[in-house]
């Protein structure tokens, strides 16, 4: 019904910069929260930042003045700009949106297949 798809990640040096892109499609009424998470190996999934329709974020301590995310509600499109990045940042990337779709009352939460971004020390 609704399918997330990411790309921009890659391989970059600590410093450098990426931009996840995230775009949203299928049988879509309206969605309220988007927001990326990643997993590292070995570790548990944990929420990087998310943004809401109206443009309320929050991020992780952890990137908080480094990564910036942004959504283009026309485009059902969320993004995520990271910058200085570091050997630690590396992980699988992950889009996530709360959507309700047509026809349906109530919001599910679906997943992309996920991005991988190595940065190198």
């Known amino acids: 019904q609704v399918q997330l798809a990411e790309s921009g990640g890659g391989l970059v040096q600590a410093g450098g910069s990426l931009r996840l892109s995230c775009a949203a499609s299928g049988s879509i009424f309206s969605i309220d929260t988007m927001g990326w998470y990643r997993q590292a190996p070995g570790k548990q999934r944990e929420l990087v930042a998310r943004i809401t329709r109206g443009g309320i974020t929050n991020y992780a301590d952890s990137v908080m003045g480094r990564f910036t995310i942004s959504r283009d509600n026309a485009k059902n499109m969320v993004y995520l700009q990271m910058n200085a990045l570091k050997p630690e940042d590396t992980a699988v990337y992950y889009c996530?949106?709360?959507?309700?779709?047509?026809?349906?009352?109530?919001?599910?939460?679906?997943w992309g297949q996920g991005t991988q971004v190595t940065v190198s020390s």
């Open positions: 996530n949106a709360v959507v309700t779709t047509k026809g349906v009352l109530w919001a599910v939460e679906y």
